[in-house]
């Protein structure tokens, strides 16, 4: 190992600790989203991982608890070993009053669950939220949930609730306290005000086929939506979805962007999926073209793994394709540290957010920027809620600048994210994961 190497390793292992010790509950607490039973148990047998989540995709569907037991039940009965508790759960489901008794309980659960990820069912109830983090320190973008639209009404609902979305979080944020470590950078001003934005919600046209006709149907609901962004100063965020979509999300966020009407804001940004093979090559790109357009505020750039690995796994081998995802969790995680290094010491053109939960990879972004002589002010970094609640409040009690990403929206709208979530949270290769089944800190904290 160089010396250099071994230095980021020593400030790695170092700001790690300092984290660590800093989480509320003290060490490497196990994640409390996983503190549930059933999660617990989903998380070590495949088959009743499987029945569970088709269990949560059609909780919003189920017209009465007698209904929502059956499902249950119905799913449960696939599983060859049913673990004791779920078997008791499934005999009282043979009367009717066990089956309402069942239903409630399941559907408690499931509810309980979605409310650690979303944060209110409409902008105006997440407001309190969002004032609450902004006070102790944690920015916010927030994220509208109902995704993949399918009709141009549903495209138009969605870009008017995220114009309202933008409007509302903007009068609300105004009246919100100075916070200097959240609202500036060297690179200027930071708006309070951020939306997070995901394309495929914006038209029902976007197919890999024609990629061009999905984009310039959402470029007529994003322009507008940039326009108001400016005007109120606000930032909006450019999510990435799965594989088939991100050529036109790119080409549709660099396009408009170029435009001479956004040269000098909104302040904007979009991701990039560190799980894809190509992410290098998309670095380069991203960054060619903001040294041959360069924007004030410059676009920020937030690195994450990507949150769609089943699907684009599942969607190469049904169709013979070559896996377009790292398939090793250390190829992926090397991946995430080279393009950290290189978005760093690309900071004179994007700004940096490294978004993850994984204390590692934070601790690497942190390390490899003050050695790269960046101000910690220069360097954003993004968690989810309800997964990254203890790593953001670590974060902010050191002084760094830390933005929690929250959903807003109805338990139906919430699914596809809840399931993500899920897959996330009890996938063996996942941090959060191991970080709660007690793996000690030195390992937790060891280069990939
Ligand atoms: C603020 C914020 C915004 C986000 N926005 C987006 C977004 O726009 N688009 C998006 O796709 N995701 C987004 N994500 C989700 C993000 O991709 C996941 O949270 C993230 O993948 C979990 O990574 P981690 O570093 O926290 O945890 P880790 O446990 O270190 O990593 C888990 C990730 O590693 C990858 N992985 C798992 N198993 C393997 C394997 N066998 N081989 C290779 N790779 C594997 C997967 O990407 C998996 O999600 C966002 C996350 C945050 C915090």
Redesign the pocket.
């Known amino acids: 190992m160089s010396t250099v190497q071994d230095s980021t390793e020593q400030e790695v292992r170092r700001i790690g600790a300092e984290l660590a010790d800093a989480f509320p509950s003290a060490g490497h607490s196990p994640m409390r989203a996983l503190d549930s039973r059933a999660m617990e148990l989903a998380a070590r047998d495949r088959e009743l991982k499987a029945a569970l989540f088709r269990f949560v995709d059609v909780v919003p569907a189920c017209r009465s608890l007698d209904d929502l037991a059956r499902h249950l039940t119905g799913f449960l009965e696939e599983v060859p070993e049913t673990p004791p508790s779920l078997a008791a759960a499934m005999r009282i489901a043979h009367t009717r009053p066990g089956r309402a008794a069942l239903g409630a309980a399941a559907a408690g659960g499931v509810k309980h669950m979605a409310h650690r990820f979303i944060v209110g069912e409409s902008p105006a109830a997440a407001l309190e939220v969002l004032r609450g983090l902004w006070k102790r320190g944690v920015a916010s ?1 927030v994220d509208l949930l109902g995704e993949a639209t399918v009709t141009e009404a549903e495209a138009d609902n969605y870009a008017r609730r995220c114009t309202e979305a933008l409007e509302e979080i903007a009068r609300e944020a105004a009246r919100w306290p100075e916070r200097p470590v959240l609202e500036r950078d060297s690179a200027g001003r930071l708006p309070r005000a951020n939306v ?1 934005v995901k394309v495929s919600a914006l038209t029902p046209l976007l197919r890999p086929d024609a990629p061009e006709r999905g984009r310039d149907d959402a470029a007529c609901r994003l322009r507008p939506l940039l326009r108001r962004a400016r005007e109120l100063d606000a930032h909006i ?1 450019i ?4 594989l088939d979509s991100r050529e036109a999300v790119l080409e549709l966020v660099l396009g408009l962007l170029r435009e001479d009407e956004f040269r000098e804001g909104p302040s904007a940004g979009l ?1 990039l ?3 894809l093979r190509d992410s290098p090559e998309q670095l380069t790109t991203i960054l060619e073209w903001a040294r041959s357009c360069p924007r004030t505020p410059p676009v920020q750039i ?1 690195l ?6 089943d699907h684009e796994l599942v969607e190469a081998r049904q169709h013979g394709w070559p896996t377009p ?9 090397r991946n ?1 540290e080279a393009l950290t290094r290189r978005l760093v010491h690309a900071r004179e053109l994007v700004r940096v ?1 490294i ?4 204390l ?2 934070v601790a690497h972004a942190i390390a490899v920027s003050r050695q790269a002589g960046g101000s910690d002010q220069d360097l954003e970094l ?3 809620r309800g ?2 609640d203890e790593l953001q409040d670590a974060l902010a009690a050191s002084g760094l600048r830390v ?3 929250c959903p807003v929206g109805d338990l139906v709208a919430g699914m596809a994210y809840l399931v ?1 979530r899920l897959l ?1 949270n009890t ?1 063996n ?6 970080q709660a089944t007690g793996t000690p800190l030195e390992e937790l904290l060891a280069a990939p």
Do not use: I, P
């Not at 994450?304 to 690995?309: D, H, Q, R, S, T």
């Not at 978004?355 to 994984?358: D, I, Q």
């Open positions: 973008t997070s965020h999510d990435m979805e799965s991701v999926q560190a799980y937030r994450v793994k990507g949150a769609y690995w995802v790292f398939e090793v969790k250390a190829d992926c995680d995430f957010a978004g993850s939960h994984n590692r990879s993004q968690v989810l997964l990254g933005r929690t990403y993500r996330e996938s290769d996942s941090f959060l994961h191991e």
